[in-house]
């Protein structure tokens, strides 16, 4: 009997070392996990301007502000990209900007909001009022306004047409 008390002990005590080393690696695991969640948990919205109309330009200036102060409340990250084609691309125009200022100071105060101007349109523009047509510093030029749109999509991002 004594023999099987031993035995009976032993796998005891082996079981209680299995179970404490199990706790142990899943407490080791748990941070990794948890930033996994928080870097996976980052947002992002591509919204689009596709007429020369001010009133839509500011209501998606308006727009991408909502969501920047919503997510800044609740902590999390948010990437959002504004993306201008056609005749919307007078947003990002030197000469045309009807909100020019607004998206300088919204650049300045939000590095994770970007802005996007379709060279397709700028190229058209261009041909048609036979001038060089200027982009304000702020929007990077992409190839197409529209692919741009896309591939942004195919990233992950949720599209928004205010």
């Given at each position: 009997?004594?023999?099987?008390?031993?035995?009976?002990?032993?796998?005891?005590?082996?079981?209680?070392?299995?179970?404490?080393?199990?706790?142990?690696?899943?407490?080791?695991?748990?941070?990794?996990?948890?930033?996994?969640?928080?870097?996976?948990?980052?947002?992002?919205?591509?919204?689009?301007?596709?007429?020369?109309?001010?009133?839509?330009?500011?209501?998606?200036?308006?727009?991408?502000?909502?969501?920047?102060?919503?997510?800044?409340?609740?902590?999390?990250?948010?990437?959002?990209?504004?993306?201008?084609?056609?005749?919307?691309?007078?947003?990002?125009?030197?000469?045309?900007?009807?909100?020019?200022?607004?998206?300088?100071?919204?650049?300045?105060?939000?590095?994770?909001?970007?802005?996007?101007?379709?060279?397709?349109?700028?190229?058209?523009?261009?041909?048609?009022?036979?001038?060089?047509?200027?982009?304000?510093?702020?929007?990077k030029i992409v190839p197409s306004g529209i692919v741009h749109l896309i591939e942004l999509q195919r990233k992950g991002y949720a599209y928004v047409k205010p």
């Amino acid at each position: 009997m004594g023999c099987a008390m031993n035995g009976l002990g032993g796998y005891m005590k082996f079981l209680r070392t299995l179970i404490l080393c199990g706790f142990a690696v899943a407490a080791s695991i748990a941070p990794a996990t948890a930033q996994t969640r928080k870097t996976e948990a980052t947002y992002k919205v591509a919204l689009h301007v596709s007429e020369n109309d001010p009133g839509k330009m500011t209501l998606t200036l308006n727009n991408v502000q909502n969501i920047v102060n919503d997510f800044k409340k609740s902590g999390q990250k948010i990437a959002i990209e504004v993306v201008s084609y056609g005749p919307g691309l007078h947003m990002f125009r030197e000469d045309t900007s009807p909100v020019k200022a607004r998206i300088q100071e919204m650049s300045l105060a939000n590095p994770n909001v970007t802005f996007a101007a379709c060279d397709n349109t700028t190229n058209n523009m261009a041909k048609a009022e036979k001038k060089e047509i200027k982009i304000i510093s702020e929007a990077k030029i992409v190839p197409s306004g529209i692919v741009h749109l896309i591939e942004l999509q195919r990233k992950g991002y949720a599209y928004v047409k205010p």
